[in-house]
């Protein structure tokens, strides 16, 4: 059974991924449209250097794809 995510908004492609938000929070999709980093981030940047900042829970750090 596949799911239909709708996102509010997306942004461009870093490291074959796109940042999405759902519902206020942040993730990432793949070139395909399915959801490789679930939107549970208040604030995500794009990639770079392979790093992207996140906050979650009022914390702030880097993560890797």
Request: charged share 25%; aromatic share 12%.
């Amino acid at each position: 059974m596949f799911t239909t995510i709708e996102f509010d908004n997306t942004w461009g492609f870093r490291k074959d991924m796109r940042g999405s938000s759902v519902g206020g929070r942040y993730g990432f999709i793949n070139m395909k449209g399915d959801m490789v980093i679930e939107p549970v981030h208040e604030i995500a940047s794009n990639f770079s250097e392979g790093l992207a900042l996140v906050v979650v829970g009022g914390k702030r750090g880097y993560m890797k794809p």
